[in-house]
C-alpha cells in the first residue's frame, strides 16, 4: 500500500533556521520540499564530495587491504593527498606519452644526438636530415653532399650536409617541407626518462594503494558531507519574510513545506507545540508533488530490490501494484527463461548465501530470496513444460515426462489437440496452446487493472469507463485467438451451447467502446466526458488497436523462452558428438558451459528487455499509471 501522507507548512523566527532544522533532523519525520540552496559554504561541501569520490575511484576496490579508520578531518585530508598523487601520476602519464609519441617519430631514423650534431655545427659542418621522395632525392644536383640512410620505394631517409653557396640556399628552402625536426633530446635519454617516469607511475600507483584500508572512511566522510549539503540547502532555501519595514531591525519569519505520514502528525505536533513552531496541516492534493512510500508485507516487499533498480516509484496518487508486479514478473522470469535446469543453477546460487545467513543467523537479503524465487519459477516452469538443459524429451526420465502438463509439454510437441468443437484433423499443436497461455495470461494481468480502476471509481459512475474497458479486452482476446493463434478452431461462425461466441465478442467490442467513450473521460456531467471523447477521437479510436497489439505483445513471453530452448539444443548439438571422445571432452564441456552461460546471459537481458516491460508499459498503461513518483526521505540524522 502506499502509506497516506499530510501536507504540512512549518513557519519559524528567521533565527532560528539553524537550530529548527538540527531538531526536526533529529525528529527525523518531515520530508522537507526544499531542492535548491546557496552560499559558499554549500559550495564548499560539494567539492569536498568531489574531492572524495575522486580520491575512491583513485584507489579502486583493493580487497586486501587491511581496513584503517580515520576521522572526517583526516579523510579530507587523505582524499587531498591522494588527489595531490593522481595529479603528479596524471602528468607523468602524459610526459611518458609524449615522449612515447617522439620516441615513436625517431625510431626509422635509428638513435638521434642532437647534441653531437649541434657540435659539428660549432665546427663548421652543419648537418641536416631529409625524409625526401624517391624523384626528388634522385633529381638533388652532384654538388650536394648526403648520405643516404634508409630508403623504401617511395622515399629516401637522408643526411645532408648544409653547403655555404646562394644557390644552396635556394634549393634547401624548396626541401623545407621535407626537412626532419631535431628532438630536443637523444633516443638514449629519452629513454632513460620514459623508464624513470614509469618508476615514478609506479611509485604513485603504490603511494594510492597504501590508502586502501580507508576505502569506508572516505565512504562514510562522503555520507557526512551529504547530510550537510541537504541541511545547508534546506537552510539556505527557505523561504523569509522581513516582520518590519526596517530590515537591519533583524525580525523576520521562516517557512516551507513537507510532507509526513499521516501517523506521525501526533509527534510532530507535540514538538511544534514544544518549540513554538506555526504548523499548518492540509490534506495533499493532486497538484502537489507528494512523495511516496509504499508499505508491504515481508513477501511483497521481495520486489523492492528489482524497482529500486529500475528507478520505478508510483505517483501518490497511483497504485501500489508491488503485489501484482511481483507475481507477475515470476510468471514471466520463469516462462522467458523456459528450462527446469537452468532454474535448478539460479535456486543453487541463490541457495549458498541463504544457508550461510542462515548458519551464523544473519537476515537474508531480500535480493538473494527474490532471485532464489526466479530460480524455483523456473524450475516450476521447466517442469510444466518438460524442459531440462534443452534436452530431448526422449533422454529424460519417465518420472520428468509425468509431471509434465500433456497440453504445453514438449513430449507432446508433435501432438495435435483436437477439442469438441472442431472437424477431424483440426486442432491446436503445443506451440499454439503455449501462445494461448501467454494471451489468457495477458487477459488475466490487463482485467485485474480494469478491476483497479472500477474499486477506485466505485462511488462514481465513470466506473462504467474502466467496465466498457474490460468488455472491450475479453472481446479483443476472441479476435487474437482467432487471427493470431487458430481461426479455424476460433472462428466468428463458432456456436457453443448455443451462443454465438464470435458475435458475442464483436459485442462486447461494441458495447465496451460505447461504455468508455461516454464514461472514460467523466468528471460530474456525461455531456463534458462525451465531448472529451470527440475532442479526442483519433486517441480513443487508436485505443482499441492499442488494446489488441497489448495482448499480442505477451506473445513476445512465449517467443523469447522458444528461442532460448532453440539456442540451449544447437548447443547440446555442437557438443554432443565431443562428448564420445576422450581426447575432445574438455572442449566439449567448454562449450556446453560457455553456450549455456551465454543463453543464461541473453535470458536475463530479455526479462529486463521484455517481462519488466510488460509491467510497467502495458499493465501500467491499462492503470493510467506514469511512474511519476519520488521516494519519501525524512530528513534524520542517520546515514543510510
Known amino acids: 500500500m502506499i502509506v497516506p501522507m499530510k501536507k504540512v507548512s512549518l513557519i519559524i523566527m528567521g533565527d532560528k533556521k539553524t537550530d529548527t532544522l538540527k531538531k526536526l533532523r533529529k525528529l527525523g519525520l518531515l520530508h522537507i520540499e526544499i531542492t ?31 581496513i584503517r579508520t580515520a576521522t572526517h578531518k583526516e579523510a579530507l585530508s587523505i582524499a587531498e593527498e591522494i588527489a595531490d598523487l593522481a595529479e603528479q601520476k596524471k602528468a607523468y602519464l602524459s610526459e611518458k606519452v609524449t615522449l612515447t609519441t617522439e620516441l615513436d617519430r625517431l625510431a626509422p631514423w635509428g638513435d638521434v644526438d642532437p647534441d653531437e650534431i649541434a657540435a659539428l655545427s660549432k665546427n663548421g659542418v652543419e648537418i641536416l636530415l631529409y625524409d625526401l621522395p624517391t624523384a626528388e632525392y634522385a633529381s638533388l644536383p652532384d ?23 646562394e644557390d644552396a640556399e635556394e634549393l634547401l628552402e624548396g626541401l623545407k617541407s621535407y626537412r626532419f625536426e631535431l628532438p630536443e633530446r637523444s633516443t638514449d635519454k629519452i629513454r632513460n626518462r620514459i623508464s624513470e617516469l614509469s618508476d615514478l607511475i609506479a611509485e604513485a600507483d603504490k603511494k594510492i594503494a597504501s590508502y586502501g584500508g580507508y576505502v569506508k572512511s572516505l565512504k562514510d566522510a562522503v555520507k557526512v558531507c551529504e547530510k550537510e549539503i ?15 519595514e526596517k530590515r537591519e531591525n533583524g525580525l523576520s519569519v521562516a517557512y516551507f513545506k ?13 514538538a511544534a507545540k514544544e518549540n513554538s513552531w506555526g504548523l499548518l496541516i492540509e490534506d495533499p492534493t493532486e497538484e502537489d508533488n507528494v512523495p511516496t512510500k509504499l508499505k508491504n508485507n515481508k513477501f511483497v516487499s521481495l520486489i523492492y530490490p528489482l524497482t529500486d533498480f529500475l528507478g520505478t516509484v ?45 548458519v551464523s543467523k544473519k537476515a537474508v537479503p ?18 510444466l513444460t518438460c524442459t531440462w538443459f534443452g534436452l530431448s524429451p526422449d533422454k529424460l526420465p519417465e518420472w520428468l515426462k509425468a509431471l509434465s502438463i500433456p497440453v504445453i509439454s514438449n513430449v507432446y510437441a508433435d ?31 490487463l482485467l485485474v487493472a480494469h478491476v483497479k480502476g472500477t474499486i477506485r471509481n466505485i462511488r462514481s459512475v465513470k466506473l462504467l469507463g474502466d467496465v466498457g474497458s474490460g468488455l472491450q479486452l475479453i472481446g479483443i482476446y476472441y479476435l487474437v485467438l482467432s487471427l493470431v493463434v487458430n481461426a479455424e478452431v476460433f472462428s466468428f461462425g463458432l456456436v457453443l451451447g448455443g451462443i454465438p461466441i464470435g458475435i ?89 558451459v560457455f553456450g549455456h552461460g551465454l543463453n543464461m546471459i541473453l535470458n536475463v537481458l530479455s526479462v529486463i528487455v521484455h517481462g519488466i516491460r510488460l509491467n510497467t508499459l502495458e499493465f501500467s498503461s491499462h492503470l493510467d499509471m506514469s511512474w511519476s513518483g519520488h521516494k519519501f526521505k525524512p530528513f534524520k540524522e542517520q546515514i543510510d
Open 143 to 165: 654538388t650536394l653532399r648526403t648520405v643516404r640512410l634508409s630508403s623504401t620505394k617511395s622515399s629516401v631517409k637522408c643526411l645532408l650536409v648544409k653547403p655555404n653557396t
Open 36 to 66: 535548491e540552496g546557496s552560499g559558499e559554504k554549500l559550495v564548499e561541501l560539494k567539492e569536498q564530495i568531489s574531492l572524495l569520490e575522486s580520491a575512491l575511484y583513485s584507489i579502486g576496490k583493493n580487497k586486501k587491504a587491511e
Open 314 to 358: 508510483p505517483g501518490y496518487f497511483e497504485y501500489d501494484i508491488s503485489s501484482w508486479f511481483l507475481m507477475f514478473i515470476l510468471i514471466f522470469f520463469g516462462i522467458i527463461f523456459g528450462d527446469g535446469g537452468y532454474g535448478l543453477l539460479i535456486s543453487a546460487v541463490a541457495a549458498v548465501p541463504i544457508v550461510k545467513a542462515l
Open 415 to 445: 501432438k495435435l489437440w483436437t477439442l469438441p468443437w472442431t472437424p477431424e484433423g483440426v486442432g491446436l499443436t503445443t506451440a499454439q496452446n503455449l501462445q494461448i497461455f501467454c494471451f489468457t495470461l495477458a487477459l488475466v494481468q
Open 366 to 383: 531480500p535480493t538473494i530470496l527474490l532471485v532464489g524465487l526466479f530460480g524455483l519459477s523456473t524450475v516450476l516452469w521447466g517442469t
Open 258 to 270: 513537507g510532507y509526513i505520514e499521516a501517523d506521525n502528525i501526533e509527534r510532530l505536533k507535540g
Open 230 to 244: 541537504e541541511f545547508e540547502t534546506y537552510s539556505t532555501g527557505m523561504e523569509s519574510e522581513s516582520l518590519s
Open 504 to 592: 458475442v465478442a464483436i459485442a462486447l467490442i461494441a458495447v465496451g467502446f460505447c461504455l468508455s467513450f461516454v464514461f472514460s473521460n467523466y468528471e460530474g456531467s456525461v455531456l463534458r466526458s462525451v465531448l472529451s471523447s470527440c475532442k479526442n477521437i483519433v486517441s480513443v479510436l487508436l485505443g482499441v488497436v492499442n488494446v489488441f497489439s497489448d495482448i499480442v505483445s505477451y506473445i513476445r513471453l512465449w517467443a523469447v523462452g522458444l528461442a532460448g530452448a532453440a539456442i540451449s539444443a544447437t548447443v547440446n548439438e555442437l557438443a554432443g558428438p565431443l562428448l564420445g571422445n576422450f581426447m575432445f571432452m574438455i572442449l566439449a564441456i567448454v562449450l556446453l
